[in-house]
Every structure is written in structure tokens, then in C-alpha cells.
């Protein structure tokens, strides 16, 4: 028999739908598969980090008078679930922004919470504030914390200066790209990153996209070495930032 | 017959003319209050015939009460001017009538003041009768309205904007029972729906007056020396012969279809304009007061030439207009009599008109329009009704007016025409809908935009709503537009510095976000390069560039209308007509001939062949870009399925291509693809669905329900977009929608406008009929004369599309294959 070791828990991502082999992102010497659903998996610790749920986006909305369809906060979660399952993590960050407003979470309806609770229960789960839901999240479980440090990455909502020799991985702007193809433009959520940081897509079922050429990203990036992974339907595609916008 | 009040009768005496027979059978119609539809063409004293009866009825001295009469106009600028133009004889009557337009563009004050102390005639646009009826003093305001008055209704029917006039209509008849309404129309193939639209539902239609016909028009289509290009919108081979119509004519309008055209045309006539002739532009786009300035300078003759879009469509009396040169092809028959009207306003005279088609299907399709012109032959085109949109957006404006029952509503609502056969469900789901968003979830009824009172009656939850829907009111969902300012560049500390200066216009939002800092464009006649986007809009600054990147899609806006398709196909199957044609396309079709075959006028020709390493199929359905663009989608699905591995399809007007890596000759020859099986109607069904719950057609008609009925909000322009500011994208409604409630009420109105809009699936469905068994397949070993038009807009087209997984992959190769170029 062979002796136990994490490593063989660890799923083959292979075949899965979704998760990309081909396509994955090394950060501070680490391995990182992003998923075309904007979660980004981590093999070596078994963690999934997802940005910017925004979760009950569309009560906040409702508020102002604009009733979009209320199914954001489940179809959210239902995304949430499949993903945890098909990475079998372990471990899972929550990078701010997880609800639309502060008190969002006391909203939320008794079939969501018991998903959520759930999803507590199982994995590790880490709440990291945004300017959004800057407090923890009442009687859902997890923890929270204003950021996060794993082995030489930290992890933390809004982008800030690294310090040389550190990594960061952030969300908070929401990244999107477009690229001109056989000319049709085509635009995509993405990952955009260098070797200092990654920015992660929003993940919230009514999250929209801030392109990285706009003034938002100003300073972030190296140019010459920043790549974004454009989210298409079916793929991830890796391209330098210098020639999308 | 009516006798005219003396004043009325002494100034036409003055002016030595004589009331026409239909200006008196209007007057008689006012007079005894009732309705009526006056057809007539331009230069008929229309706008007189319609204000004859209140000219009588106010012409005595009379205590100001109220408005007494609303005269909507589907343009700002024809209201505008139809004020300037009845101003002058009021005055010159010396009646005692005060008259005040209120559009889009006036200012809060003056609305004000129309509130406080209205006048005797209003002139407005149908937006604004939506705002009045929706005002908590709308009562008070219409108490004394004896009539209102529908300029163009032939062109306001057709469209949102006619059904939504139609609801404040059913509005003004319950504030102003005693109320009468007028249509003014241009001849129209159907007069009866006209004139039921005007009557209550399930009433009598309004009495029909018909003026006399003008004179036939004089209509030729240009004969160039030059090369008639295959394919293209850009009719820049006819600018030498253009400019020489112009110098020849006293003034021309010379129409295009789009914007970009217009632009393309002004710059090219600009660059030929050796004699310095005043040559205008007027567009849409333009800032209002360019605008005006254009219109003061043509009512003055200052000019010799005007390039316009449809803006200068609709019946303005301005200057002495000799000539109408329409460059491209008309589209409709009916549209193109309208345009060849703007010419010579005098009724016995006959309007003389140019055509310029801009590629040689384009001189078949004017060729077409010459005919039914001549024949004075109208394309039929039903009123729009049920437009649960439209509904959702009254309702709203009915809540900003005060309590309301449902029952009354819904009472009132099936007065009108566009809603008389709505069920009480529908009605039901579109009041829920704008209460409570219409979800089977019933997660917002604390955030409730309507709620009903103990009494019965619905109420609206907060005045900021009123707000809302006055900021949010109408049916045209354009492109987000930005403000396009012209710029100045500092240097400072070696830095360039963008400051803003004044405005030139509007672009959409869409171009904008197309161009990178340093391209050029045209606009308003000049070559800009593009400097950025700052909070107010987008800053540009002149440049002495010769050639400006224009944006590459430039086809027009129109589909070609079903009348002018069959007469099109008639002329390609007639050789004796191809004499009336310029001797280069007389050519293309005899070389077509040759080389391959001219289908029969019943016929739809269907050809494959081999060219580079794909292999093409081309049909000639003369359909229409929209219902062609459908074909294709739908095409390609089956080809897929079957086999014959598709890569890709364009439509134009009049051909469909679709490319493919199987043989398709073979295919077809060998029987393993019956051509009968690949246009079967059936496709409009499973395929049709499929197909169209994905597509972005789709997306997009979704967001205009979605804006008209008040789920989302316009997005306020000049803005780039924060986190923090980000209103939640449609397509994501879309999809949330489809997945977790397919029956949503704005789901079934975005089904109606595609089928009957965007994707044309009437005209579709009777295409596939006409051309059942009557299929001609001619396999080519090349490409034949008539493919070349549509293979050269391959390649063209640009749309803007979501996440492409086929064009992403190719982007990340071309970079990838540069890359290892370069090791």
C-alpha cells in the first residue's frame, strides 16, 4: 500500500470542465488555475479565492427602484458550490465585497444562509472585509479578517503598494479587457496580473467589468511583463495587457 | 361646406389664394366635432388643414381656460418650425391666439411657464404628451382641450413611439371627453388603420379626407462615368457628378441613410467644392444649435446644399429646396416619395429627384423605386400595438399622476387602439411587473414602486420615482450617446494637457469606446483626433489628417422594403429592363448570364463553389439585411448539424454568403444536403429558438425592453463607469431571467420586437414559403458576377460581441505566432 500523502487528495483537474491545465498562473513560485467562472484555485494550499460576490445586489438595486430579476444571490451561490465541489478545496477565501452593502447579509433569505452555513461548515472559510461589507458577516460561520497571509502571498481587497519580495492578490476593481479581433471587438472579464499582483475577477452573478486601461489601474502593473487571462465562454486566454484594453 | 371666419377668409383673399377643397372639408370636420384623417401630399397645405377649425374657434377674443389644442409633431425640429410657420399668419389674421412649443430641448422655466399659464396652442412631440398626461395637473391643464393633432402619423405609427402616443391619447380622451383628433398623414397604402387608430377601440374609424395628388416627380438615377462599385455604401465614386448637380440646382437636400455616410459625403463634396458653394450638414448628431443654425440659413436660402439623414425627412417648408438627390439606394418606395416631396413645396409642380446608388444592386433597387414611384405605388406597413414596454412605462406615468383603480386603467388602456385586445392577465402581469418587478419571487414587495391602498387604488411608494420616470421616458434606446467636445492642448511642464472647449455633438458611446487616443474620425464635417474621455464626454481636437478612420460598418439603417424586393427581382429576371440600366450593370448581368444563370422572379437562386480553400454557398433571397442576417444564423446551425463544417456567414440587402470547409457542391449533388430540406420552414421553429436564446440580437432587444419598461435606468452619459457607479448589465438580467423565470413578461416583449424587428422572422417566414420548390441550384466551379458584391462585405462588418472564445483564440495566436516570428 501506498502511504497517505495530501498530495493524492488532491483532485486531477485534468478533464474537469472548466478548470484549465494548459492555463495557469505562477505568482511568487506558486501555481494558480484560474476557472472560467472568475475563481482562482490554488493546489498547493487546496484554496479557492473568489472576489467580489456582491451577493444581494439586487435588493440593493430594488431599493432604488430599479427591480432586477432577485435570483443574483442564488445563482451566486450556486456557482459558489460547484466550484468548491469541483475543486475539492479545502480551504476557501472570500476576497471582499462578498455582499452589495453592509448590512446585505441580514437580508439574505433562509434558504441562502442555510447554503451558506453550509458551505462554512465544510471548508475553511475566510472572509476578508471589503469597502463594501467592511464588517464580518453575522452567524454564517468563517472568519474574518482584514487580510490574509499565505506563505508569500498576502491577500486583501483593495490593491496596495506591495513591498519588494512580496505578492499580492486583490479584487476590488472588477477587471475587465477587450481585444480587437478580424475587426470585432470582444469583451471579457479577466485576471490581470505581473509578478507583484494578481487582480481577480468579480465573481457576483451581476458583477460588471472595469476596463484595465482605464485610470483605476494607473501604477499597478508593469506593463511589459502584465498579462490578463480574458474569461471567454469556454476558455481562458492569455494575453499581454499591453495589447487589450 | 364650412364658411371661413372673415379674418381667416380676408387673408387668404389678401394673399390672392384660395382655401383648398380638403383645408375646408377639415374646417367642416372641426367645426362639428369630429375626427378625421387628412391625406395629402406635401406642398398641400397640410398643417393649415389641420389648424383651420381652431383658428375659427379662437379667432374671437376668448378667456384663456387651458390649452385648446395639442399639435404633436414626431421632430423637435419640425415643431419648432410648424410654431414659426403658423405664428406668421396668426399674426398677419390678427388673432388673438397665443401659441408655445414644449420638446425635449426646452428649457425648465418656459415649461414652467406653459404649466402656469398655458397657452391656446402647444406644439409638441409625442415624449412630451406622455410628460403632460403624467403630470399631477394634467387634469387641470387639458380641462378645456378641444383638439390634438397628429403631424406625419404615417411614420409615428409604425414605431414605440406611435404606441405609446396611443396610450396618452386613451390618457387625454378620459381628461377631455369633448376632445377630437386630426391625423395629418402622407399617402400611405392603408388609410383604414390609420383611421382606426385614431378612433376610440371599438368605435367608428375617423372620417378620411383625401387631398389632391401633386404633380408626378421627375425622378432620374445618376449615370456615372464613372465605375458603379460591386458592393459598399460609400457612393464616393459620384462625388464629381454630385457636386455638378448641385451647382446646376438652386438648392438640393441631399439625403443619405446614415450618419457616417453623411459625414463621409459633406467631407468628400468639401474636398470637390472648388467654387466654394455653401454646403451644409445636418444630422442627428449634431449639436442643437448647429443645427438651428443650418435650418435659419436654409429657410433664408444662404445655401446651395445640404447633406442630411432622415432629420430633414418629415415635411419642413425650408427655402426654396429644386432638387432631392438621395444617395444610396431609398429602401421603400414610400420613404423615397417622401423624400422627392421635400423638393419644390408647391403642389402643382413636379419634385425633381437623383438617385444615386452606391453599388450596382443599389442601381437594380433605384431602378425599382423609380417604377413604384412612378406608379405612386406605397409599401404597406402596419401600426405597432402591444407593446408591454410602452404599457409598463403609462403605467408608470399614470402612478405620477395619481391614485389610479386597475379596472379604470385597464378600462382606458383598451381604448385605445395599440391595446384593444390586451386580456386582463397581460394587463395584470405588466401592472405587477411595474409594481414589483413581475417575479414569481416575491422578494421585492418591500421595495414596491406601486402599492395598492386600502381604498383599491394603486399609489406610487416615493416622488423620487416621478423623477425617475421623467428622466427615463420615451421609446428611443440608442446607443448611450456622449458629449463630443472640441479640445485644447497645453503644454505644461512637457506634459500635454486636454482642456475641454465647447461642444460640437453627440457620438454614441459605442464608437467611442472603439477609438484609442490619436485616431481620427469624421465629424461635423472635420477631421478629429481623438484625445480621450474626461467627466463630461469625449475631447477632440481638430487635425490636418487627410484620411480619417471612419467607422467600418457604414450600410444602411433601412431595411429594403418587401415591395421594392419583388419589383427588384422582377428587373433580374427581365432582360428587356436591364436597357434602362447603366451600360456596366446591363454588363454584370449579361456576364452573369454567361456565366452562370438569372433565376426567374419566382425563383431564389442558391450558388455554391470552391474559392481559396473554402467553399461558398450564395443565395439571392432580396430579403433585407435583417431577415437575411436571420437565414444565415439559422443556415449555418443546420449546415453544422449536417455536416458541412460552416465558418461563418455574411448578409447584405439582397445575398446571404455562408463559407464552409465542406464541399457543399458535393454535398448537394451527392444528396447528402437537399437544399429543399436546408430552407424549410421548419427552421423557424426548435432552430429559431435555439438559436435566438443565445444570440446577442437577442441581448440587445432585451435591453431596450428592459429601458423602456423601466427596469433599468438610462445610463446617464459622459461617465466612465466606477465600481461604485455600475448599474447591473442587461445580458446578465437577460440570462438570470431566461434560467430562472422563461415566462417574464419582458422576456415575451423582447420575443415580440425581435420577431418583428431585429430579426424580421415575418418577413422570413414568408420568404421560406415563396421560395419552396422553387429553388434554382447552379454548382459554379468559381465565383460567379452576382456573388462578388456579397463576398467583398465579408470582412466588413463589425460588431461588437461578448466574450468570443473563436476570437480571443485567434487573437492570443496571431500575438503567439508574431512572437516566435521575432525568436
Not at chain 2, 297 to 318: F, H, P, Q, Y
Not at chain 2, 534 to 543: M, N, P, S
Not at chain 2, 761 to 774: E, S, T, V
Request: proline share 6%; charged share 25%.
Amino acid at each position: 500500500m501506498m502511504p497517505f500523502s495530501p498530495k493524492q487528495l488532491k483532485p486531477s483537474n485534468a478533464r474537469r470542465p472548466g478548470l484549465s491545465r494548459e492555463i495557469t498562473i505562477r505568482l511568487a513560485g506558486a501555481s494558480f488555475v484560474p476557472h472560467l467562472s472568475g475563481g482562482l484555485y490554488w493546489p498547493e494550499e487546496q484554496t479557492l479565492v473568489v472576489s467580489d460576490l456582491h451577493l444581494e445586489q439586487g435588493v440593493s438595486l430594488a431599493r432604488r427602484g430599479l427591480h432586477v430579476p432577485p435570483f443574483d444571490t442564488r445563482t451566486t451561490l450556486s456557482e459558489l458550490k460547484n466550484l468548491l465541489a469541483e475543486t475539492a478545496a479545502k480551504r476557501l477565501v472570500l476576497l471582499g465585497d462578498s455582499f452589495h452593502a453592509p448590512d446585505a447579509h441580514a437580508g439574505l433569505d433562509e434558504e441562502s444562509c442555510i447554503e451558506l452555513r453550509a458551505v462554512t461548515s465544510t471548508v475553511e472559510t475566510i472572509w476578508i472585509c471589503g469597502n463594501h461589507d467592511p464588517d464580518p458577516p453575522e452567524g454564517l460561520g468563517g472568519e474574518a479578517v482584514t487580510e490574509l497571509t499565505l506563505g508569500p502571498i498576502v491577500l486583501r481587497h483593495i490593491p496596495s503598494p506591495v513591498p519588494h519580495g512580496c505578492v499580492e492578490i486583490s479584487g476590488h476593481l472588477h477587471p475587465g479587457a477587450s481585444v480587437v479581433s478580424r475587426g470585432r471587438r470582444t469583451h471579457a472579464k479577466c485576471f490581470v496580473t505581473d509578478q507583484r499582483r494578481l487582480i481577480m475577477p468579480a465573481f457576483g452573478a451581476y458583477t460588471g467589468a472595469l476596463s484595465v486601461s482605464s485610470r483605476a489601474y494607473d501604477g499597478l502593473f508593469d506593463e511589459p511583463e502584465a498579462q490578463v487571462f480574458m474569461l471567454g465562454r469556454s476558455a481562458i486566454h492569455r494575453l499581454p495587457l499591453s495589447r487589450v484594453r | 361646406m364650412a364658411e371661413l371666419h372673415p379674418k381667416i377668409a380676408e387673408w387668404f383673399r389678401r394673399r390672392g389664394w384660395q382655401p383648398r377643397d380638403h383645408q375646408l372639408a377639415m374646417l367642416a370636420h372641426g367645426l362639428a366635432d369630429g375626427s378625421a384623417l387628412l391625406i395629402a401630399p406635401t406642398g398641400g397645405g397640410k398643417t393649415l388643414a389641420g389648424f383651420l377649425s381652431t383658428l375659427q374657434e379662437l379667432a374671437e377674443l376668448h378667456p384663456h381656460n387651458g390649452i385648446h389644442t395639442l399639435y404633436v409633431s414626431p421632430l423637435k425640429a419640425l415643431a419648432v418650425d410648424i410654431a414659426r410657420n403658423l405664428e406668421q399668419p396668426v399674426l398677419e389674421m390678427g388673432l388673438p391666439i397665443t401659441i408655445e412649443t414644449r420638446t425635449g430641448d426646452t428649457p425648465a422655466s418656459r415649461r414652467q411657464r406653459i404649466r402656469v399659464s398655458p397657452p391656446d396652442i402647444l406644439i409638441t412631440t409625442p415624449e412630451q404628451m406622455s410628460l403632460i398626461v403624467a403630470d399631477p395637473h394634467a387634469a387641470h391643464l387639458l380641462r378645456e382641450l378641444k383638439t390634438v393633432i397628429i403631424d406625419e402619423l404615417h411614420s409615428i405609427v409604425t414605431s414605440k413611439r406611435g404606441v405609446l402616443l396611443s396610450l396618452a391619447l386613451s390618457r387625454i380622451r378620459t381628461l377631455a371627453p369633448q376632445v377630437k383628433t386630426f391625423g395629418l398623414s402622407a399617402t400611405v397604402a392603408d388609410p383604414d388603420a390609420l383611421c382606426h387608430w385614431l378612433a376610440p377601440a371599438h368605435t367608428k374609424p375617423v372620417s378620411l379626407v383625401l387631398g389632391r395628388p401633386g404633380a408626378p416627380a421627375q425622378i432620374r438615377i445618376l449615370e456615372s462615368a464613372e465605375r458603379v462599385p460591386w458592393s459598399g455604401h460609400s457612393s464616393r465614386y459620384a462625388t464629381a457628378d454630385i457636386y455638378e448637380e448641385i451647382k446646376r440646382a438652386r438648392m438640393a437636400l441631399v439625403f443619405v441613410n446614415t450618419r457616417s455616410q453623411a459625414e463621409m459625403l459633406f467631407q468628400d463634396l468639401w474636398t470637390a467644392n472648388e467654387e466654394s458653394l455653401p454646403i451644409a450638414l445636418h444630422h442627428g448628431s449634431l449639436d442643437v444649435g448647429q443645427r438651428r443654425k443650418v435650418e435659419a440659413a436654409m429657410a433664408e436660402n444662404k445655401l446651395r446644399a445640404v447633406v442630411c439623414t432622415s432629420t430633414l425627412d418629415l415635411g419642413i417648408d425650408w427655402g426654396d429646396v429644386d432638387l432631392v438627390i438621395h444617395v444610396g439606394a431609398p429602401k421603400g418606395s414610400s420613404r423615397l416619395l417622401q423624400r422627392i416631396g421635400r423638393a419644390n413645396h408647391r403642389l402643382d409642380e413636379a419634385s425633381n429627384a437623383l438617385l444615386v446608388p452606391s453599388n450596382r444592386f443599389e442601381v437594380l433597387e433605384c431602378e425599382a423605386a423609380v417604377e413604384a414611384a412612378s406608379e405612386n405605388a406605397q409599401d404597406t406597413q402596419y401600426p405597432s400595438v402591444m407593446k408591454f414596454d410602452c404599457l409598463a412605462q403609462h403605467v408608470m406615468g399614470r402612478a405620477c399622476a395619481g391614485p389610479f383603480h386597475a379596472d379604470e386603467l385597464f378600462a382606458e388602456v383598451t381604448s385605445a387602439f395599440t391595446f384593444r385586445n390586451i386580456s386582463r392577465e397581460k394587463f395584470d402581469r405588466v401592472l405587477d411587473f411595474v409594481a414589483t418587478g413581475g417575479y414569481a419571487l416575491k422578494s421585492y414587495a418591500r421595495y414596491a414602486k406601486l402599492k395598492q391602498q386600502e381604498d383599491g387604488t394603486w399609489r406610487m411608494s416615493h416622488p423620487r420615482l416621478a423623477q425617475n420616470y421623467r428622466m427615463n421616458i420615451g421609446t428611443i434606446v440608442e446607443d448611450p450617446m456622449l458629449k463630443l467636445r472640441l479640445a485644447r492642448v497645453r503644454k505644461v511642464l512637457g506634459r500635454r494637457m486636454v482642456m475641454g472647449g465647447f461642444v460640437l455633438g453627440e457620438l454614441e458611446e459605442y464608437f467611442l469606446s472603439q477609438l484609442a487616443v490619436g485616431d481620427t474620425f469624421l465629424f461635423a464635417g472635420q477631421v478629429l483626433r481623438f484625445e480621450g474621455l474626461d467627466e463630461f464626454g469625449a475631447l477632440a481636437t481638430r487635425t490636418t489628417a487627410r484620411d480619417p478612420m471612419i467607422p467600418s460598418y457604414a450600410g444602411g439603417k433601412f431595411p429594403l422594403s418587401t415591395y421594392l424586393a419583388e419589383r427588384v427581382r422582377g428587373i433580374l429576371a427581365s432582360p428587356e429592363k436591364w436597357k434602362r440600366l447603366p451600360a456596366q450593370v446591363g454588363e454584370w448581368l449579361s456576364t452573369q448570364r454567361w456565366a452562370s444563370v438569372l433565376p426567374r422572379a419566382d425563383q431564389m437562386l442558391v450558388e455554391t463553389f470552391p474559392r481559396a480553400d473554402k467553399y461558398y454557398l450564395v443565395c439571392y433571397p432580396f430579403e433585407g439585411r435583417l431577415a437575411q442576417q436571420t437565414l444565415g444564423m439559422l443556415l449555418t446551425r443546420r449546415l453544422e448539424r449536417w455536416g458541412a463544417k460552416p465558418m461563418g456567414f455574411v448578409a447584405s440587402e439582397y445575398a446571404l454568403v455562408v463559407w464552409m470547409l465542406s464541399d457543399i457542391s458535393l454535398l448537394i449533388q451527392s444528396g447528402c444536403i437537399s437544399l429543399a430540406k436546408l430552407f424549410d420552414e421548419d427552421m423557424l421553429g426548435d432552430d429559431l429558438e435555439a438559436w435566438l436564446a443565445e444570440s446577442n440580437l437577442m441581448k440587445r432587444t432585451f435591453r431596450n425592453v428592459a429601458v423602456i419598461a423601466g427596469l433599468i435606468e438610462r445610463r446617464a452619459p459622459g461617465k466612465e463607469k466606477t465600481v461604485r457607479q455600475q448599474t447591473v448589465n442587461t445580458d446578465l438580467i437577460y440570462d438570470a431571467l431566461r434560467t430562472h423565470q422563461p415566462d417574464h413578461i419582458l422576456l415575451e416583449a423582447a420575443w415580440d420586437d425581435a420577431a418583428e424587428g431585429l430579426i424580421d422572422i415575418h418577413r422570413l417566414g414568408a420568404m421560406l414559403k415563396r421560395i419552396k420548390n422553387h429553388i434554382l441550384h447552379q454548382p459554379l466551379d468559381r465565383v460567379s458576377p452576382l456573388a462578388v458584391p456579397v463576398l467583398l462585405d465579408i470582412g466588413r462588418e463589425s460588431i461588437s460581441g461578448d466574450a468570443d472564445d473563436a476570437l480571443l483564440a485567434e487573437a492570443a495566436e496571431t500575438l503567439e505566432r508574431e512572437a516566435t516570428r521575432l525568436v
